[in-house]
């Protein structure tokens, strides 16, 4: 998850609290970003029953405009924009033209010829390239404007994350669902506030002015006392994701998968027409993808971790695409990428993870490893 100094890095609007609140600070995705406050496990855990707030002003912004912007996002990602009411998000992808993944993103629909691209921190000028360079050709009238500088994206998560937004805020959140937005003034800032997030939590993504992130963040911070709020950073946000199944670009994404080894097909809309990838995607759909992303459960005391070798039968057959010691579960999970033969709960598949040069057992579960109770107010 965390990657190595390289150059100048960029800093969040919140960057000063960060230091305030005596968060570890280390290079993420270009920005130097808080990996934790105190414990990752606390933080976690605060998540997974109260709120934790999470600074996420790394994200990327971009805004598509145009009469012509629905039939724009239809070529350019897999999924298909044109069936999102105003008000509604959509988790999608930008894909090569061999099906392999640019990014993984939500797209939300602001208007009848407006849209939000959120994308990775990591992949923000990928995406941006690409769809600039799709626009480039004049086939479609639209435009776009990446905003991300001048956007601050602030995240409460957790099951108190309602109670701590509806406090703050004269909108009815219960008509927000999930994946669903609204603009609104939350503590007096005007913000988008939407019902996403990548914790496996209830929880709000609250888009704003850059230059009111601070006191936005204050807002939050103190009305959340009550609710048992909590400061968490990014180490916290990768253990919630993993025990929620979730992807991370650079461990189960990259250029190299496709959606359909991902468990991912789902989101690709091979009816809607021609889109960038379609015919590569047709293809693994038609003749089923040659790798599978699947869920791990240690029975050996060992942890693993991202790029372990994963065998069956003895033999190397994939690799750990993500792995960690459960906080929520207390148990060793990953998540790891195999041929799709091996791929499926219940065949009498052994497999082994091997740690420092060591095989340990482990046995293929079912994704998620993780899923919150429901309540009326999701």
Not at 315 to 329: C, E, F, Q
Not at 330 to 350: F, Q
């Amino acid at each position: 998850m965390i990657e190595p100094t390289i150059g100048e890095l960029r800093r969040t609007p919140l960057h000063d609290v960060h230091r305030e609140l005596g968060a570890r600070l280390v290079p993420f995705a270009g920005y130097e970003m808080p990996v934790q406050y105190t414990s990752i496990i606390e933080e976690h855990r605060t998540v997974r029953s109260a709120v934790g707030l999470f600074d996420l002003s790394h994200m990327g912004e971009i805004e598509v405009l145009g009469e012509e912007a629905v039939a724009f996002l239809r070529y350019a990602l897999v999924s298909d924009p044109g069936t999102l009411e105003t008000g509604q998000a959509q988790y999608s992808m930008a894909c090569q033209a061999d099906g392999g993944i640019i990014d993984d993103l939500i797209v939300y629909r602001r208007g009848e010829h407006r849209f939000w691209v959120v994308c990775n921190a990591s992949n923000r000028e990928a995406v941006v390239g690409q769809l600039t360079a799709l626009l480039s050709r004049g086939d479609f009238g639209a435009s776009l404007e990446d905003r991300s500088e001048r956007i601050a994206l602030l995240a409460p998560q957790g099951p108190n994350a309602a109670a701590l937004v509806g406090a703050l805020t004269d909108l009815d959140l219960a008509a927000i669902g999930n994946y669903r937005s609204a603009p609104g003034s939350v503590a007096g800032v005007e913000c988008l506030v939407a019902r996403t997030g990548y914790t496996g939590e209830d929880g709000f993504e609250l888009f704003c002015d850059a230059r009111q992130a601070r006191d936005l963040w204050e807002a939050l911070a103190s009305a959340g006392e009550r609710h048992g709020a909590r400061a968490c950073g990014l180490g916290a946000r990768d253990t919630l994701r993993l025990e929620a199944g979730m992807p991370l670009y650079g461990n189960e994404l990259d250029r190299q998968t496709n959606p359909f080894e991902a468990n991912l097909g789902r989101v690709v809309k091979l009816e809607k027409g021609e889109f960038v990838g379609r015919a590569a995607l047709q293809a693994v759909q038609q003749q089923g993808p040659e790798r599978k992303l699947i869920g791990l459960q240690m029975v050996d005391n060992a942890i693993p971790r991202a790029g372990y070798e994963v065998r069956a039968g003895g033999a190397a057959v994939g690799h750990v695409t993500s792995g960690t010691l459960s906080p929520t579960l207390g148990t060793k999970i990953a998540m790891a990428m195999v041929p799709a033969g091996l791929a499926g709960v219940g065949m009498e598949n052994a497999f082994d993870v091997v740690v420092r040069d060591r095989p340990y057992r482990a046995e293929q579960v079912q994704l998620p490893f993780y899923r919150r109770p429901r309540d009326e107010g999701s």
